[in-house]
């Protein structure tokens, strides 16, 4: 009989234990505050489009560049940025574009002119470059052979 009111007691402290667990449980469930989703922010505003980057001062160096976008509900529609042009880039193709060249090519002796190409590397801020380009410059002196004589010095007198 006594070993009876043991296993009730024991049954009593664990079905206890086991309310108490859940009750612990139930409240620590209902402090978490649940976070709502995210809403996606819907918005009609369009992409930014920039214009080219204009230098403070000379052709080369920091400058700013003017963004603008449309939309009707748009808290802003046009912002400056600031930019910069590389001062060694070749600014006869935009100055915002950088290619790889390749050699110089041989003289051509009818145009007295050496060309070489180059392949757009990089373009800043979706600037449209070409793909290719190619460049002329001239020649140079040719030389003639020297001639394989004596070296004469003036006479030092």
């Not at 470059?129 to 004596?150: A, D, E, F, H, N």
Request: hydrophobic share 30%; aromatic share 8%.
């Amino acid at each position: 009989m006594q070993q009876q009111q043991l296993q009730r007691q024991m049954f009593k402290a664990a079905f206890l234990a086991l309310i108490f667990l859940l009750a612990v449980v139930s409240t620590t469930e209902a402090g978490k505050k649940e976070k709502p989703e995210k809403k996606a922010k819907k918005s009609d505003c369009g992409e930014w489009q920039w214009s080219v980057c204009v230098p403070t001062s000379g052709d080369c160096g920091l400058g700013t560049r003017e963004g603008t976008r449309t939309g009707a509900e748009c808290k802003q529609t046009t912002k400056t940025q600031k930019c910069k042009i590389p001062c060694n880039w070749k600014k006869q193709f935009g100055a915002e574009c950088k290619y790889q060249f390749q050699a110089w090519g041989e003289c051509d002796l009818n145009t007295a002119l050496k060309t070489r190409t180059g392949n757009l590397k990089r373009a800043l801020h979706n600037a449209d470059c070409q793909k290719t380009v190619t460049i002329s410059k001239p020649c140079g002196k040719l030389t003639k052979p020297k001639p394989q004589g004596k070296f004469h010095l003036p006479n030092a007198a």
